[in-house]
T-cell receptor, first 110, second 119 residues
Framework: QSALTQPASVSGSPGQSITMSCTGT?????????VSWYQQHLGKAPKLMIY???KRPSGVSNRFSGSKSGNTASLTISGLQAEDEADYYC??????????FGTGTKVTVL | EVQLVESGGGLVQPGGSLRLSCAAS????????MSWVRQAPGKGLEWVSA??????????ADSVKGRFTVSRDKSKNTLYLQMNGLRAADTAVYYC????FGSGTHDYWGPGTPVTVSS
């Protein structure tokens, strides 16, 4: 199972909106509404930000939103803040009853 | 409060074995499937294995199939990962994570335990 493809880096200024993509296949992203997004600060455990494509866990800011079209999912962060600087990973359930993660995107707040 | 705490990591020689544990609290352990996810130094996340709430169903990544075994003890609220035939490529921080029923996600994660495979 190959990792889902994410851009290596995305950057934006405070207050701006940024969007990152997560591309898979019909056997994972395109086949199930089980795409999740995780935020990971350096040296810390991942934190769930979006699940089931577009749902937000309790306590996660509504500045984070998710969507999906075909084999590509997207995470948008609006009103970018300094604390959003971190690595972001997408994940999907697969047709093999396993999970696959993305290659990761480093978000930089300029 | 949901808590997951991994233990058992350390330094092991190539070909050696190690058993990781994940102590769970704050929720009904046997109601939830659980996963192990690892992260090699400076690299991304890699799903390793999962086990159903009952323990009757397990799955593994191809990279560890036949070498790693996941299990759980509901009397101790603990998840395990038995790792045999360890290789340098298995060097990583290992996280346990909870899978909510009916959702293909991992909602709570432990802080991780580091495993180093080196001679």
């Amino acid at each position: 199972q190959s990792a889902l493809t994410q851009p290596a880096s995305v950057s934006g200024s405070p207050g701006q909106s940024i969007t990152m993509s997560c591309t898979g296949t019909s056997n994972d992203v395109g086949g199930y509404n089980y795409v999740s997004w995780y935020q990971q600060h350096l040296g810390k455990a991942p934190k769930l930000m979006i699940y089931d494509v577009s749902k937000r866990p309790s306590g996660v800011s509504n500045r984070f939103s998710g969507s999906k079209s075909g084999n590509t999912a997207s995470l948008t962060i609006s009103g970018l803040q300094a604390e959003d600087e971190a690595d972001y990973y997408c994940s999907s359930y697969t047709s093999s009853s396993t999970y696959v993660f993305g290659t990761g995107t480093k978000v930089t707040v300029l | 409060e949901v808590q997951l705490v991994e233990s058992g990591g350390g330094l092991v020689q190539p070909g050696g074995s190690l058993r990781l544990s994940c102590a769970a609290s704050g929720f009904t352990f046997n109601y939830y499937a659980m996963s192990w996810v690892r992260q090699a130094p400076g690299k991304g996340l890699e799903w390793v294995s999962a086990i159903s709430g009952s323990g009757g169903s397990t799955n593994y990544a191809d990279s560890v199939k036949g070498r790693f075994t996941v299990s759980r003890d509901k009397s101790k609220n603990t998840l395990y990962l038995q790792m045999n035939g360890l290789r340098a490529a298995d060097t990583a921080v290992y996280y346990c994570a909870r899978q909510p029923f009916g959702s293909g996600t991992h909602d709570y994660w432990g802080p991780g335990t580091p495993v180093t495979v080196s001679s």
